[in-house]
């Protein structure tokens, strides 16, 4: 069985690095960035990449989909930013809500399973979420305590992205957009984490699919 994937917000495909190897897939990425989405595509040529806005996508698509990944936009929530507000003349900013907009969608409206991932904020989420790592994971299934969310410092310098590259396994060099190669980098989940989710959110559907059957016999 082919479980249809929506990868929201996809960037270089992180999360969704070592989906392959847990289940036969069909994944739909959304990205704004013209160049991350031609890089993402470069990278999973069988995945069909739609260069649009993840948030309305997924209010019209939200229904084609078996399992939802979304990773919106983490800087005006992001710890870092609001450290750095009185060493820098960055100005304060409103928090995006559009990151609790998609939470509260997903959670009364999709029939499937679905992770919402972003940073650890500054300030109190305003949803309970799972704390691994340095992110939050909002999700309708229990997520193991142990993601293999493996560890990389980061910080400044020029060896950053070569790091990042290494621990991603990307590929930044060629990357013609706007966006700094290190925030890229940055904003990417750990493939380990993101295969353990998938295959955790696939192993319910298999059970929930098993007793659905059952029901019927």
Not at 59 to 77: A, R
Not at 94 to 122: A, M, R, W
Request: overall charge neutral.
């Amino acid at each position: 069985m082919v479980t249809k994937i929506l990868n929201l917000y996809a960037c270089l495909g992180g999360n969704r690095f070592k989906w392959d190897e847990v289940a036969e897939i069909q994944v739909t990425a959304v990205e704004l960035d013209p160049e991350l989405a031609r890089m993402y595509q470069e990278r999973f040529p069988n995945d069909t990449v739609i260069i649009a806005d993840a948030h309305q996508y997924l209010l019209d698509h939200y229904k084609e989909f078996d399992f939802i990944w979304s990773s919106p936009p983490c800087p005006s929530h992001s710890r870092a930013r609001w450290w750095s507000l009185g060493a820098t003349d960055k100005k304060p900013v409103f928090p995006d809500i559009t990151l609790y907009q998609e939470i509260i969608f997903l959670e009364y409206h999709f029939s499937g399973k679905y992770c919402v991932e972003n940073v650890i904020p500054y300030y109190d989420p305003l949803i309970p979420a799972n704390v691994r790592g340095r992110h939050l994971y909002w999700t309708n299934f229990k997520i193991p305590l142990e993601l293999n969310d493996r560890k990389i410092q980061i910080g400044a310098g020029k060896d950053e992205v070569k790091r990042l590259s290494g621990f991603h396994k990307i590929d930044l060099s060629n990357y013609k957009g706007n966006q700094r190669k290190d925030k890229i980098g940055r904003n990417l989940v750990d493939y380990e984490a993101g295969r353990t989710i998938l295959e955790t959110a696939l192993g319910i559907i298999r059970k929930e699919n098993v007793k659905q059957t059952e029901l019927f016999l």
